[in-house]
């Protein structure tokens, strides 16, 4: 039986690594690569996003509640301050009369004026804790915010890795790795 006729296997795979090595292989690899990249980071980043945003939400809710709260002390002290008020007037029509008033109304407006202590005391820790959770979720929104701005750049990063993989132009690559190395600075430097 007569031998095939033997075909250089070894020289057609290098002469197809070579076309490859023109046509870009290399290069489109290396794209396909930064922009898994980046779009692994957009994701996280993303995540970040939505996570803070949560949380800021809570926390100004937190805070809406507890400014409700600190309402309703101040409601109460200013419901004393009158009855405190009214229990003077009385007091004052008693003595306008020429009589001596019930011992109790003394009493009562010592009673009011401590509690008007109490519920000022109740109304003004409510407005500080309300403060610190307002505080806390503004700055979950400028995080929030900071990883938006990275999921933006990582975007464009990865249109502008498309475009270098369709046309081969590597200064399109250069810049999209430039944005996305500083949509990556964002976004870390968010986390820190």
Known sequence: MPDAPEVPIDKLHEEIHEELEREGGTLLRTIA????????????S????????NEALVLKTEATRLQAEASDQWAAYQAKGIKSEIQDASESAWIALGKQPPASFASE???YAKQKIELQRIAREKEHERDQKSADADQLLFQNDRFSDSVALFQVAIALGAVAALTRVKIIWYSSMMIGVVGAGLFFATIL
């Open 109 to 111: 407006r010592a009673r």
């Open 33 to 44: 690569l930064t922009t898994a990249l980046f779009a692994a980071l957009a994701a996280v």
């Open 46 to 53: 993303s995540l970040r996003a939505g996570g803070t945003v």
